[in-house]
C-alpha cells in the first residue's frame, strides 16, 4: 500500500504514519475529524496542511482498513 503524501519511518514519530514532511499522524488528524473539526479547521490548526493532505490521511486509512481479515466468533476467517 502505497500512498504518496504519507510517509512511515521508524524514526518518526515511531514509525506512525504521518502527513510527508511533518510529524503530523494520520492517526492525529482522523481524531480531529472524528471530534467534528472541519478540514478547514485542521488547516487552520496546521497551515502547512492542504486540503489533500486530510484526504490522503483519509484514504490511507480506509486502505488499511481494506486490507484488515474479518474473524467471526467461529474462528473463520475472510
Known sequence: ???????????????KPVIK???I??????????GG???EDII???PHLKPENIYAAEEFAAD??????????S???L
Open 64 to 73: 488499511y482498513l481494506a486490507q484488515e481479515e474479518i474473524v467471526f466468533a
Open 25 to 34: 499522524t494520520v492517526e492525529h488528524i482522523l481524531r480531529k475529524l472524528a
Open 1 to 15: 500500500m502505497y500512498h504518496e503524501m504519507i510517509d512511515i519511518n521508524p524514526e518518526i514519530m515511531f514509525g
Open 44 to 46: 487552520k490548526d496546521h
Open 75 to 77: 474462528g473463520t476467517k
Open 21 to 23: 514532511g511533518t510529524r
Open 37 to 39: 473539526k472541519s478540514v
